[in-house]
């Protein structure tokens, strides 16, 4: 089954941006498509706005943000949230396991949409209604703006944790059973080191008690996502890489174990990226047959053409 995936509409090259124009994202049509299916929104035209129309920004106006055109001062906050709150209906059916906003975009911009004074002064930046209104009623599917997906760090940490929320989600629909869970676990406890040690043995502890809570279910989730969220920096993957390598402790010859410390400290000191490494610890884990590393999802996270780590 695909992975779902919610986008603005102009991202994929559809115009329907106030002035007729797109925004299209060679990377994310072309090269993420390739693996995903996407389902694209555009708020502005879906609540009955033309194309092309007058741009609109955000106004604080006693304590509240309304949805208002510069020039002529129309307010569509009332017919934006109304149609938000029922597209929000829809999406609840498609299954999503992420969403790509536009960014700065009164209606879907996640932390950059300018919002201004009654005065038409700059007073800050925040969400646009729809982007609000999506991540308030879905607080664990992974979201992220375009512009930010720029950088390789935060573009590979999205779509990691897409792909794991869409694991996630397919497990559940087999059956709550602990022996899942405790597989799940097993298969993702380097990813979460890689993210959060105190997340890692917080998580290792429920898993450890999971028998014992019967919403255990719910308390991993929202830990595990909470844990995803934060990011893998180069000092937390050495840390991963190192933990890995003991594993071929007694395996290893000196020469490989050389080679592979190397490639590690290379990594560490920026020369090289995060792929170089993994690469060699994947033959190694085929070549010796290392059972517990063949099954961690953090050697294998997502398509190698996606060239994510290529980057990190």
């Known amino acids: 089954m695909s992975i779902k995936i919610g986008i603005s509409s102009c991202l994929l090259g559809y115009a329907v941006r106030y002035d007729g124009g797109h925004k299209l994202d060679h990377y994310l049509r072309d090269t993420l498509g390739k693996y995903v299916t996407f389902v694209h929104v555009c708020p502005e035209v879906e609540c009955g706005l033309p194309i092309p ?38 999406l609840e059916k498609e299954e999503l396991s992420g969403f790509i906003f536009k960014s700065k975009s009164p209606s879907s911009g996640l932390k950059s949409a300018k919002i201004y004074s009654k005065e038409g002064k700059l007073i800050g930046t925040g969400k646009g209604i729809f982007a609000r209104i999506f991540t308030e009623h879905f607080p664990h599917i992974p979201v992220e703006e375009d512009g930010r997906l720029y950088s390789p760090e935060l573009r590979e940490n999205f779509i990691e944790r897409v792909f794991i929320y869409n694991m996630w989600k397919e497990m559940e629909k087999t059956g709550k059973d602990y022996k ?26 429920m898993v450890a008690e999971c028998s014992k809570d019967k919403d255990i279910f719910e308390k991993y989730f929202s830990t595990m996502m909470d844990a995803l969220t934060l990011k893998a920096t180069v000092k937390k993957h050495t840390n991963v890489l190192y933990h890995i ?24 000191n920026g020369f090289i990226p995060l792929i170089v490494p993994v690469t060699l610890i994947n033959h190694y884990v085929k070549k010796y047959g290392i059972e517990y590393l063949q099954k961690q999802y953090y050697l294998n996270p997502h398509p190698i053409e996606l060239m994510l780590r290529n980057h990190v």
């Open 245 to 268: 390598m003991g594993y071929f402790k007694k395996i290893l010859t000196n020469d490989e174990k050389a080679e592979l410390k190397a490639l590690i400290e290379h990594y560490h």
């Open 53 to 90: 129309r007058e741009a609109m920004r955000l106004v604080k106006e006693d304590e509240k943000i309304r949805l208002v055109t510069i020039k002529t001062k129309v307010d569509y906050t009332e017919k934006m949230v109304k149609w938000s709150e029922e597209k929000i209906k829809e």
């Open 180 to 205: 899942k869970l405790i597989d799940f676990h097993t298969k993702i406890k380097l990813t979460l080191l890689s993210h959060s040690e105190k997340h890692h043995r917080a998580l290792g502890k």
